[in-house]
């Protein structure tokens, strides 16, 4: 312990140089190595504590935790020293909650089956909403640091293995699909985690141990295929211009603010996961019913990830839960044009018709689990066109940029008898009874810094088997 004479005798600036330093040596982890110096006397606690000098806590924050996505997406003037000093204790009880596998596993005396119920009690229940809610975030703001906390200090791993894969998983997933032969139900908690579990996906966890890899693709599985009951996206994709959210928002505390936000669908994380997973197979597993991969999975490099990937996610979870935000054909943060720019090289999966028509018709997903997945190579060449408002040029030719009325969902929403044609300045678009409408290349937007003109944007491209 520090000797109390001298450490009285130095000036609060050093000694506050001192013990960030002694707090922030070990990078991972909550700051413990300011612990010693909180115990030495009642005169150097008051100088460091949490609530006396919120200033040290706030630099402890932004050595071991990435800070500079936060302050893009919701501006600096929300985050003072105060709002920093809080988040670090909130995340040190959660990833020390994480790391000691506390809210993963259900109560030891409860053995019966449990739908994964947002409004279900019981010990830890009230920390799973934070915990999952915290963890998440921080993947989304993490340039680096935030996902080697969870990483390397939670094991955040070890904790989604048991909440998704142990017989007594917080998720209840293993019993009621394998004892039940029920449908997991889709709640907030089921997407936080499955957005987690393939975050941090490492398949090579799951390619030494046969029972754990049958759990794993087996609850996968049910997820990714159960198009019927997992959706996608929020909102719908059958509404192309949604009245209002039908989910209800969660009130997360986040820094030192009260967000509203939706949990992200489940199936996406779900589908990348099973097929990360399946991928990895160097030889067809009967036993679980899909064939072999025509082409390996191709592995991605973590450290070449940067935050700005998840803008659009951030964006989403957030206006779909803000109720000032109309939904409609205005171009939002939720999308980036450009995006779907490109050739898309993957692999084209489906389960056998009779299959998936009795799951239609109310079949448990033990019927899904024994279906054959079949899988083929298919690349596809997408382009993106964009509608631009008119921009401030008083000699640009006036012309007409009114997005195209919706079609049917099953035909890509184009309306019917709608004629389109590549032209000089774009693709033409005439819908019957209206002035035709030109929508510009990707590349077009570019060159004129268009971007915050984007109107609306349509898709044309080709597959190749």
């Not at 006396?52 to 996505?69: E, M, S, V």
């Not at 600096?76 to 809210?103: C, Y």
């Not at 998936?356 to 997903?365: K, T, W």
Request: aromatic content about 10%; hydrophobic content about 40%; overall charge negative.
């Amino acid at each position: 312990m520090p000797d109390q004479s001298s450490l009285a005798m130095i000036p609060q600036e050093v000694l506050e140089h001192i013990v960030f330093f002694a707090a922030t040596d070990d990078f991972l982890g909550p700051p413990s190595g300011i612990l010693p110096f909180l115990a030495v006397n009642r005169t150097m606690h008051d100088a460091l504590s949490f609530n006396t000098n919120p200033h040290l806590y706030a630099r402890i924050f932004a050595h071991k935790y990435d800070l500079a996505p936060a302050i893009r997406r919701m501006g600096a003037d929300l985050f003072p020293a105060t709002a920093l000093a809080e988040e670090l204790r909130r995340r040190s009880i959660v990833l020390k909650r994480i790391r000691h596998r506390l809210d993963s596993k259900r109560g030891t005396g409860e053995r019966q089956i449990r739908r994964c119920s947002d409004n279900s009690q019981g010990a830890g229940e009230e920390h799973i909403d934070t915990l999952l809610w915290t963890a998440y975030l921080m993947m989304l703001e993490s340039d680096g640091r935030n996902e080697r906390q969870l990483r390397e200090y939670a094991r955040v791993n070890e904790w989604l293995k048991e909440y998704w894969f142990h017989e007594s998983g917080a998720s209840g997933a293993l019993d009621i699909v394998k004892n039940a032969d029920e449908w997991p139900e889709n709640t907030e908690r089921m997407s936080l985690a499955t957005w987690l579990f393939w975050y941090m996906l490492e398949p090579e966890e799951y390619m030494h141990d046969d029972n754990l890899f049958r759990d794993a693709t087996g609850i996968l599985k049910v997820l990714a295929l159960g198009a019927h009951k997992y959706p996608s996206c929020y909102p719908n994709w059958q509404d192309f211009v949604p009245k209002r959210s039908k989910l209800h928002p969660s009130l997360v505390r986040h820094f030192s603010s009260d967000i509203e936000v939706i949990a992200p669908a489940p199936a996406s994380p779900a589908i990348l996961a099973y097929l990360t997973l399946v991928n990895k197979l160097s030889v067809s597993w009967e036993t679980t019913n899909y064939m072999k991969p025509l082409f390996p999975a191709v592995d991605i490099d973590r450290s070449a990830r940067k935050n700005t990937e998840w803008d659009c996610d951030w964006a989403r979870i957030h206006s779909l839960a803000n109720p000032r935000i109309l939904l409609g054909n205005t171009l939002s943060r939720s999308f980036t044009p450009g995006s779907l720019e490109g050739v898309w090289e993957g692999i084209f999966t489906y389960t056998e018709f009779t299959s998936y028509a009795a799951l239609l018709s109310g079949a448990p997903p033990s019927v899904l689990q024994r279906s054959l997945v079949a899988q083929h190579r298919q690349t596809i060449k997408v382009r993106e066109w964009h509608l631009l408002a008119p921009g401030i040029d008083e000699h640009e030719p006036t012309r007409n940029v009114t997005p195209l009325s919706p079609g049917n969902p099953s035909r890509a929403y184009v309306p019917d008898g709608v004629t389109i044609s590549e032209v000089t300045d774009g693709l033409e678009i005439t819908e019957p009874g209206r002035e035709r409408v030109i929508y510009h290349s990707w590349s077009s937007t570019q060159k004129t810094n268009a971007l915050g003109r984007v109107k609306d944007i349509f898709l044309t491209g080709e597959v190749r088997f």
